[in-house]
């Protein structure tokens, strides 16, 4: 069983156990490498929204009906 090392700027990396599978990623954006020649990491960004937390409503609130 071969052991091939792929990289994608999006998904990162992965082992493809197969000749056939790693040339279909190639046709995917992924690319060959060698743990001798490792790949430069993408600084993570956070593109995610920040969830604010609800507290629990104030007593003028619930005596308001909201």
Known sequence: MAV???SHPIHGA???TM???AEHDEQNGWV???LDTPVEAA???NELEVKRRRG???VEAVEQGA
């Open 14 to 16: 992965k082992v493809a």
């Open 56 to 58: 629990r409503p104030t």
């Open 43 to 45: 600084p993570v960004v």
């Open 19 to 21: 000749e056939l599978e």
């Open 32 to 34: 060959r490498y060698t």
């Open 4 to 6: 091939i090392y792929m």
